[in-house]
Structures are given as C-alpha cells and as structure tokens.
C-alpha cells in the first residue's frame, strides 16, 4: 500500500494546478516529486514530544480522538508524512539575495512557491483522505484539524509539528537551523496524516536526532549561521524570535513587491484565528547550503 499511496502522490504533483507557479515565473511545479514515511500510532516518541515540543503537543490517538473518531488502540494508527521538495529551479534563483531598503529578501520566486504551498499542502492532505476514504479507511490531518494552533508562549511551537512527526517516521534528522533534513534535503515543505489504513512502517536509521548534520555530527559547516541575515543561528541553535521578527519584515517589504499576487493565509495563534497573513518564508538557512538537497552525511548510513 505504501508504493501505491507514493504513485498516487507523485501522480497529483505532477497534475495539480495548485502545485504550479504563475506564468510570469515560468508556470513550473513549485515541488517535485514526493517520498513519504509511515509511523506507528503508539511509538513511545508521540509521547516524548510532548517533553520535547511542549505538553500541548498532540499524540496521533489525541488527535484521531479530537477529530471525532472511536478511541482505538494506538498501534492501530499510521501516521503518514509527506515530503514536499522545491524543484531545482526555485532553489537555483534562491541561491542569490538582494538587498531592499536594508533588508535583505529571498528571491521572489521563492516567496511565491512558499506562499502558494499552503494551499497545495492543504489539499493534498485532503486528496490523500479521499483516495483511503475509497478504500474504506479513515484518515485525518493535522493542519486541517480545529486542534491545530501555533502557540506563542515562552518559545514557539504547535501542537502538532511537521517536522517532529517526519522525524518520527525516519524521513531524516534536524539540524542546526533547525530544519529536517531528509535524504533530499532540508529545501522542503512537510505535511502528514493520521489513518487506521496498515500502511508498513519505515523504520528510523537513527535514533539521534541531529544526525544527518554535518555540525552535531562532525563539528564542520555552520553554512546555514553564514547565511542567515537575522543573525538568528549560532553554536547554539536557532532563535525563532529573531527568525521570526525578521521574517516578518520579509512578508512586509514583498507585499510591496508581489503582493497582487500572493495568496492570503488563515491561522491559529494561541488558539484564536489570526486572518489574511501573508507567508512568504525565509530560508536563506536552506540554501546553497550542503544539505540543501540532500543528507550530506548518507555514507554514514550505508
């Protein structure tokens, strides 16, 4: 079932419209194609995010139970991860930066794919509800659940987080940016679902969950500390205040620019709907960077 549910991904990033960029950046895909992971519902790892990522951080059986579902046991659930890589395009004109009234901005085409692949992420959740749905199973997503909110406390984080559950299904590791950085790289979008289907488990190739960067497991790089312009990644890790704060100024200065063009986005803050925001990303950190588009440590592995 794994194999089908990968073709049936593959086949809808390459079919949708909204997996396209406008014609006045060249009407491509904004990803290509897609790999996927599958965890079981009662890895004991749910409940350490809860230590982890905060104790409002939901497990899959939270989740499936929030959602209206029968409580079952946990080992009867799936979680689903879905890895949305950027295609070489957008991630060779991200490569070169520009300054604009002192602050320096991503590539446009960037900003675009980052802003468009809400709405893509969104519905490619459904999509994969819909095509179990067919086969008589049940399935349900994060992002598109009323348990979902960013919170905005003493740090940041969500009750269910992308990156921690793509971690939990073996997709790859974090690094110092804080991004998961997968055997195609850290230049990605992620989302997931939880389902009663009995998809086969792909296994973790490490329990250590800064493996796949070169800086936690050699002491080399900080490529990504380099190219940060918010001087928010050092030694220590990433500050998501000044991530964050700077990003903002990014969203400002590119609604100047391309801002007829951008898509307005919804979202939970502290459990309460924050209206037309207007996401364009960062990711100079993910960048002509050696885990850009791949895990720059996979000999490890073999």
């Known amino acids: 079932m794994n194999a089908e549910l990968t073709q049936f991904l593959k086949n809808y990033f390459e079919t949708s419209k909204l997996n396209q960029l406008p014609e006045k950046f060249g009407g491509d895909r904004i990803f290509s194609s897609p790999i996927i992971g599958v965890a079981q519902g009662d890895d004991p790892i749910f409940q350490k995010y809860k230590e982890i990522v905060g104790s409002e951080h ?8 929030a959602e209206g579902y029968e409580n079952l046991p946990a080992s009867n659930l799936r979680v689903i991860s879905i890895v949305f890589p950027f295609n ?3 991630r060779k004109e991200s490569k070169n930066v520009k300054k604009f009234l002192r602050v320096t901005l991503p590539a446009e085409i960037y900003c675009i794919g980052r802003n468009y692949a809400n709405a893509f992420k969104e519905d490619t959740c459904r999509q994969v509800i819909e095509y179990l749905k067919k086969k008589n199973y049940k399935t349900i997503a994060g992002m598109l659940s009323d348990s979902f909110s960013i919170l905005v406390k003493e740090k940041f984080y969500s009750t269910w987080s ?14 110092l940016h804080e991004g998961l950085i997968t055997e195609i790289g850290c230049n990605i979008r992620l989302a997931s679902v ?15 969950p800064y493996g796949n960067c070169l800086y936690y497991s050699k002491g080399t790089c900080r490529k990504c500390e380099e190219r940060c312009p918010a001087n928010a990644i050092d030694a220590n890790g990433h500050n998501k205040i000044k991530c964050h ?5 990014i969203a400002r200065k590119m609604l100047t620019r391309i801002g007829p063009i951008l898509n307005p986005h919804n979202r939970r803050v502290n459990w309460k709907i924050r209206f037309a925001s207007f996401p364009v990303g960062c990711a100079f950190c993910q960048f002509e960077v050696p885990c850009m588009d791949k895990n720059p440590i996979a000999e490890d592995y073999d």
């Open 162 to 175: 992308e990156r921690h559950i793509a971690f939990a299904t073996g997709l790859g590791t974090f690094s």
């Open 194 to 208: 939880v389902t009663n289907a009995p998809l086969e488990i792909t296994p973790r190739k490490s329990e250590n």
């Open 58 to 65: 939901l497990t899959p059986l939270e989740l499936w139970v």
């Open 88 to 90: 070489d395009k957008i």
């Open 245 to 249: 704060e700077y990003g903002q100024r």
